[in-house]
């Protein structure tokens, strides 16, 4: 098998050792930091596919990801050398008076292993902040996360507020466990996501990278 088909596997694997030392040998044999960034996005893509198909779960997302930011911090100084950033950045955090990270660490780390810039804000976030912070860092994507009914309001204050801040166009995403189709609808966000792996495929469509 080929350095980079090896490469893919292994991030869809979570195996970190194997990444580093694939990537070492890719640079060995001159294969460029965009050929192995695409190899690595691809088992990340792969493990989404799995996710989403329920035969995989939760800690072989995490364990996934994990590899993936071993892999990108040995990668980004070659990338950031040869000029090559993330094209998109995104903006997440859960909403105000809500705690639950668990599934927004989840889709922060999944946009990144989909070579998103991702600005993770945290928790109990306040509607001013992700303005802020979305302004700061041109974000093209802003993600709000809720598990909790009663902060279903806090998300649709959230949603009023940035559209009501001049955000160039950024691009809304929510979810989280309570959270519906019918109700980004009703509170005007650009996109709902009823997990990681399709919060992936919602920003790339959402930013045209589909
Ligand atoms: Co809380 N809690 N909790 N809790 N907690 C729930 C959510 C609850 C359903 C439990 C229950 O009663 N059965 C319930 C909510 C009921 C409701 O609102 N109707 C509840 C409650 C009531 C509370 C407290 C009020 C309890 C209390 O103190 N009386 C309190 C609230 C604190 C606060 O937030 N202000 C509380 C506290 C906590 C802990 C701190 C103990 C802990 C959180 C730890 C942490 O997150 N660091 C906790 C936990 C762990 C849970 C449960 C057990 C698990 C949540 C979780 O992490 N799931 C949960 C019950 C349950 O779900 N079984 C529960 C795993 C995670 C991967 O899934 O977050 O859904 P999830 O994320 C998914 C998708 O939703 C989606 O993708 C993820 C991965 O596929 N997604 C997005 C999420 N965000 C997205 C954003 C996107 C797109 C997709 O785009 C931006």
Do not use: Y
């Amino acid at each position: 098998m080929k350095t980079l088909e090896q490469l893919t596997e292994a991030v869809g694997r979570g195996d970190r050792e194997a990444v580093s030392s694939l990537i070492e040998s890719a640079m060995m044999q001159e294969i460029g930091p965009k050929a192995i960034l695409d190899a690595l996005v691809a088992g990340m893509d792969d493990i989404g596919r799995r996710f989403k198909a329920n035969e995989v779960f939760v800690p072989e997302v995490l364990i996934a990801a994990r590899a993936m930011k071993t892999a990108m911090a040995k990668l980004e100084p070659i990338l950031s050398e040869a000029g090559i950033r993330p094209a998109f950045t995104a903006v997440i955090g859960t909403v105000e008076g809500d705690l639950h990270d668990i599934g927004k660490n989840l889709v922060a780390m999944m946009w990144r292993g989909a070579n998103f810039d991702v600005i993770d804000l945290g928790t109990n976030v306040s509607a001013q902040r992700f303005v802020v912070a979305a302004r700061e860092h041109k974000a093209s994507i802003i993600g709000l996360s809720a598990l909790l009914t009663t902060t279903m309001p806090a998300m649709r204050q959230t949603v009023q507020t940035l559209r009501e801040a001049d955000l160039n166009g950024a691009k809304i995403v929510i979810g989280g466990a309570p959270i519906t189709q019918s109700f980004a609808d009703q509170i005007g966000a650009d996109g709902f996501a009823p997990d990681a792996a399709s919060a992936v495929d919602k920003v790339r469509q959402l930013v045209g990278a589909a």
